[in-house]
């Protein structure tokens, strides 16, 4: 038996690789194989990257000709999911990390390298893309060396093409510990996953370090106390495949009839409530959210629906934390919080794919630390809830780590620059290639920075960042007034310095997606009372319908009505109509600026 | 008119706005003094093209063939002659006017044109002298095609004339230029017609405020008694639409249009043309009978690929596409394509809106007459507020557009649809 995860920097194949991986343990019947077989979401497969780990149970034979049992785990490469990374990483001795023969190593190849190393995993490397006309497996092989892995024996594969993936197997078999484990002794199981199944109710995903579980055993979760009897267990090949029971070392599912993500909290430790293990295990931290962003139903009316659907969503994505919140202009919904803007979108995507909802979706902030006169610091996550009064004001930073040819570390240095950045380290590697590390607001990081670091660098820099806590920062709260009203859900926090540009950026987007209206509207921009920045949606001048014969009134009308469906769906603010977009804008702002 | 009231139940679900009313059983506005109960516009369709113009989203495009314009012709003359005979809510109705449109009418020969206008006479009773118009594409006739038009007792043309600037007309894909239209509209009053029109484009790609001047300024300077002037709207499916998605359209602003537009109307004003409806310019006694008969709820008969009807309350239009058309009506089966009655409320608000494109407005004593109830009262909160933010103008006797108004007519109209 093996356990072990696929890691790697974003789009380095890994879930190719897991494909080649299936068909040689022959795990899916050929006609039933479509390409990356494990990214089982829709929304994955347009966009082409993984979202949710993906474990899978496969029988590959040895070349000492016994039969080998491994559990695969497919993980994300985004760093928005590097938290879905960390708790596969959990259920597993060891990794293959996969680097692109091409690219080489970039900062989530790091980033995950590191995640492993710290858990102790055996890491086998893996040269993938070795058929690319672009491979330079021996310049890759010495950047291993440097990350202080052996180069020389990274197994070069082909996951297109399917070459090497034999030879990557015995490796893996080879150099991936079996699992320890006692299965007599009492039950200890890490919840590293879950998911909500219609009929199941709450699938926990778990891996068994000592004892065993079968239906009808009864369970409690460590942390909780909560207690459940089992209805099932079994493996993933890859799909649910029931099994009598789950033994030390073993990675699998587990029903118990949970109806509530908060029963079964990921990272928990599961045990025999009538024999329990005296210590649970260290489990994981829960995922701290990076961003967050309100969350409104177009229609006011959704408010039920939408509060449903955050419910389901979470017992797949526990990342997902929310709260209600009320907001002046757009009423009832939820301040949720996020990983990164990608989780965010996803998130997005989901809400309104799965469930068919229609959402409003406002500026993502980080969180502030707020302290005023007398009272001890607190957060906020909102820029509507910053108070004018506050003593100091300190945001998140994070140290960025910027894998780089070396020609652009001067571009990349001007990007941080501007982001508010201070330098603190710049390695060469090679003659070829930097690592710069930059000290920078997360503020500066979270909304933009990557595509810009990206289109400064014509794709070749990656990007790898981890929390450094609060520092003080000059932050003021500027107001977005529509029609002379300050409309909250607009309203953002900048660096005093950056107040005004920023304002006259988003008042300019603003003035791009509000559409005109019978009368002029003012936009204006303030700190307190200063208005830094104004702008005007000039009245509509013109929208006459020319023609109107025997032919056209039905038609005309239908479009009038559609057109007035559509109006609809905008929210009304006084007496200023905003479309979806307009809540957006702050961010769009920041996109398009710089 | 017995069956003005016996045609259908009314669905369940009341109306939103004018709740309980049957449906309108005369004209809620009228067009003049002396027109007889229950009268009926006729209109005919046709749809061929010599080709298709960059801005039009009908559909109409050359025959498919050389016999299809015959077959066509035939087919129409087959829904005429069934109409009179199989559609007892036709019969008694005097008929007031005639307007043969498109497409391109003169895309076929005058004497097939005429053959029907003949049996549109001996059908209905049209009498001799009733407007009888017929739209022309100054490309596509000459001076005997108009000669044969008019001696076949079509009293009234109307040109696509567009514009007077050669580079724009090359640039919409006309086929005439502009002394081809000069040329057209001389030859028709040479030639007898007492009422010639001539439609305009306003806001077209690559106009300027002094070509369009000089457009409108000669225009009424050639002793018609008609000037239509349409703001260009870009549609789905036209060489324009497709051009604007591809960001290659390059439209005048809407400010410079509203200019432009505002200035056509004070030279036509000038020259002696009234603005009788939002695109329609006449001098006195030359207004369009036929299009009015839209505005202000007369019934009226369309014959043809895609036209629409509206008699007694109810709209149907027939099968859109012209081969299809032809194939059902020789095969003996109707055209009709769709049919639609709208609920009481609708249509109160569809008459409000129609009524308003009129320089009489909303009349109040025709509209209440028509659907039992006081317009002013109907649509009080709606007209309240497009009057505050001086859309409308409303008095004792009904409501009119402003000069804004006229501007922003889809905006009054989507405030008082329900």
């Known amino acids: 038996m093996r356990n072990f995860a696929i890691i790697a920097h974003i789009d380095h194949g890994k879930s190719t690789l897991a494909d080649r991986l299936l068909e040689h343990a022959a795990a899916v019947p050929q006609r039933q194989m479509t390409e990356q077989f494990l990214d089982r979401m829709d929304l994955e497969r347009e966009r082409g990257i993984t979202i949710k780990a993906q474990a899978v149970r496969l029988a590959v034979t040895g070349e000492d000709g016994s039969t080998y049992e491994i559990n695969l785990i497919d993980t994300p490469g985004h760093v928005d999911f590097s938290y879905e990374v960390s708790r596969a990483l959990a259920a597993c001795e060891g990794v293959a990390l996969v680097v692109d023969a091409a690219q080489g190593v970039q900062a989530q190849t790091v980033a995950n390298l590191y995640l492993a190393a710290d858990q102790g995993l055996a890491i086998v490397p893996v040269l993938n893309k070795i058929d690319l006309p672009g491979a330079e497996p021996d310049r890759v092989r010495a950047e291993l060396d440097d990350l202080g892995l052996d180069g020389a024996a990274a197994v070069a594969v082909s996951a297109k093409t399917g070459q090497g993936v034999p030879a990557l197997v015995e490796m893996l078999l080879r150099e991936v510990p079996p699992p320890e484990g006692d299965d007599a002794a009492p039950l200890r199981a890490l919840v590293f996953d879950s998911r909500y199944d219609a009929y199941l109710g709450v699938v926990c995903y778990v891996r068994l370090f000592d004892g065993s579980v079968g239906a009808g055993d009864r369970v409690r979760f460590m942390a909780t106390g909560r207690a459940f009897e089992v209805t099932e267990v079994g493996v993933f090949r890859p799909e649910n495949e029931r099994v009598d029971r789950l033994w030390a070392g073993e990675v699998g599912y587990l029903t118990a009839a949970i109806k509530s993500v908060r029963e079964a909290r990921v990272g928990d430790t599961l045990t025999h409530d009538a024999r329990p293990a005296p ?24 408010y039920d629906d939408l509060r449903e659907a955050l419910e389901r969503l979470q017992l797949n994505d526990s990342a997902v934390v929310y709260e209600p919140e009320r907001s002046e202009a757009l009423g009832l919904g939820f301040r949720a919080g996020f990983l990164g ?5 996803v998130i997005e995507e989901r809400l309104e794919r799965e469930y068919n909802l229609d959402l409003v979706v406002t500026a993502p902030s980080v969180v502030y630390r707020i302290t005023r006169q007398g009272q001890a610091p607190y957060e906020i996550q909102s820029p509507a809830e910053m108070p004018d009064d506050a003593l100091t004001v300190e945001e998140p930073f994070v140290e960025a780590r910027i894998l780089v040819p070396s020609a652009y570390v001067g571009a990349v240095m001007e990007l941080c620059q501007e982001r508010r950045g201070t330098m603190a380290g710049l390695d060469y590697r090679g003659d070829e290639r930097a690592e710069i590390t930059y000290r920078m607001p997360l503020a500066e990081i979270v909304f933009d920075f990557y595509d810009r670091l990206k289109s400064r660098t014509r794709g070749y820099a990656s990007l790898d960042y981890r929390p450094v806590g609060y520092e003080m920062s000059e932050l003021v709260k500027v107001e977005v007034l529509l029609a002379g009203d300050p409309v909250d859900a607009l309203s953002f926090i900048a660096h005093r310095s950056r107040a005004e540009p920023r304002a006259r950026a988003v008042l300019g987007r603003l003035r791009e997606v509000i559409p005109r209206q019978l009368f002029d509207v003012a936009l204006q921009a303030a700190i307190g009372r200063r208005v830094i920045a104004r702008e005007t949606v000039k009245a509509m001048r013109k929208d006459v319908l020319a023609k ?3 032919g056209d009134i039905t038609r005309k009308r239908k479009l009038l009505e559609k057109q007035k469906a559509g109006k609809k769906r905008m929210r009304e603010i006084g007496r200023v109509e905003v479309p979806q977009a307009a809540f957006m804008a702050v961010l769009d702002a920041e996109r398009e600026g710089s | 008119m ?21 449906a309108p059983s005369r004209p809620w506005g009228a067009p003049a003094a002396n027109e007889p109960d229950g009268a009926v516009s006729l209109y005919v369709h046709m749809p061929y093209c010599a080709h298709r113009c960059a801005f039009c989203d009908l559909t109409a495009g050359p025959p498919a063939g050389q016999h299809e314009p015959l077959a066509y012709l035939t087919a129409l003359r087959r829904e005429i002659v069934r109409a009179v005979e199989e559609e007892p809510e036709l019969s008694g109705r005097p008929a007031l006017t005639a307007y043969f449109g498109g497409g391109t009418p003169t895309a076929v020969q ?14 209905f009773g049209l009498p001799d002298g009733a407007e009888a118009t017929v739209e022309a594409d100054p490309a596509t006739v000459d001076r005997e095609a108009l000669w044969a038009l008019h001696q076949a007792g079509f009293t009234r043309v109307s040109f696509g004339v567009q514009s007077l600037d050669d580079g724009v007309l090359r640039r919409i894909g006309r086929l005439h230029d502009a002394d081809r239209a000069r040329a057209a509209v001389a030859w028709a009053q040479e030639e007898g017609f007492g009422q010639v029109s001539v439609d305009l484009i306003l806001g077209l790609p690559g106009v300027s405020p002094q070509t369009w001047r000089a457009t409108v300024e000669e225009v009424a300077g050639w002793g018609i008694g008609h000037v239509s002037v349409y703001a260009l709207q870009v549609e789905e499916g036209t060489a324009f639409g497709r051009r604007q998605r591809a960001g290659m359209l390059h439209l005048p602003p809407d400010d410079l249009v509203v200019e432009m537009g505002d200035e056509a109307e004070a030279i036509l004003a000038h020259a002696g043309f009234g603005r009788y409806e939002l695109s329609s310019y006449a001098r006195p006694g030359a207004r369009c009978a036929h299009n009015e008969g839209y505005w202000t709820g007369r019934a009226y008969r369309g014959f043809g690929a895609g036209a629409h009807s509206y008699i007694d309350g109810e709209r149907r239009w027939n099968v859109r596409a012209p081969r299809r058309y032809v194939n059902t009506v020789v095969s003996g089966r109707s055209p009709v394509d769709g049919r639609e009655r709208l609920e009481p409320g609708h249509a109160a608000a569809e008459a409000a809106v129609l009524a308003l494109r009129r320089d009489r407005g909303i009349e109040r004593k025709a509209f209440a007459a028509a659907f039992g109830r006081d317009p ?43």
Do not use: K, M
Request: aromatic fraction near 8%; charged fraction near 15%; hydrophobic fraction near 45%.
């Open chain 1, 279 to 302: 210590e649970p295990l260290p489990g994981f931290r829960p995922a701290l959210p990076v961003v967050y962003a309100g969350l409104y139903p177009s229609d006011p009316g959704g």
């Open chain 1, 341 to 345: 803007l990608l989780h965010l979108d």
């Open chain 1, 548 to 550: 109107c014969y025997g």
């Open chain 2, 2 to 22: 017995s069956q003005a009231h016996a045609i259908r139940r009314r669905e369940p679900g009341a109306s939103r706005v004018v709740g309980g009313l049957p």
């Open chain 2, 110 to 123: 005058p004497e097939g044109l005429a053959g029907v206008l003949w049996l549109l006479r001996q059908q």
């Open chain 2, 376 to 418: 002013l009262e109907t649509f009080g909160p709606a007209l309240d507020r497009l009057a505050e933010a001086g859309l409308v103008a409303v008095g004792a006797q009904g409501a009119t557009l402003t000069a804004r108004g006229r501007w922003l007519y889809n905006q009054v109209a989507a405030a008082l649809l329900p």
